[in-house]
Nanobody, 115 residues
Framework: QVQLVESGGGLVQAGGSLRLSCAASGSIFRIVAMAWYRQAPGNQRQLVAA???????AYAESVKGRFTISRDNAKNTVYLQMNSLKPEDTAVYYC?????????WGRGTQVTVSS
């Protein structure tokens, strides 16, 4: 299996920044992509940003220009730099790792943005 350890969540005022980290360990072979999702109360979990093994990235329209996803293959770690945070960004953020036929999820880290 793959174990994912997330860190970096917290409370920040609107306009501030946070940097989330997700370190993967275990059976890390054949990873196709890593991603960040978020889920606010009463809403479905939605994709925030993703990065493939080849380095291609994708972002939700609501975070383009503010968030940046990156990776360190040597450390098996994916990052999400979040700038210009808005109250609408408040959610539990989950790290996701995709392998052939299997998805792995972190336990989530809370991000709260105050007005």
């Amino acid at each position: 299996q793959v174990q994912l350890v997330e860190s970096g969540g917290g409370l920040v005022q609107a306009g501030g920044s946070l940097r989330l980290s997700c370190a993967a360990s275990g059976s890390i072979f054949r990873i196709v992509a890593m991603a960040w999702y978020r889920q606010a109360p009463g809403n479905q979990r939605q994709l925030v940003a993703a990065i493939t093994s080849g380095g291609s990235t994708a972002y939700a329209e609501s975070v383009k220009g503010r968030f940046t996803i990156s990776r360190d293959n040597a450390k098996n770690t994916v990052y999400l730099q979040m700038n210009s945070l808005k109250p609408e960004d408040t959610a539990v953020y989950y790290c996701n790792v995709q392998r052939t036929g299997v998805d792995y999820w972190g336990r989530g880290t809370q991000v709260t943005v105050s007005s």
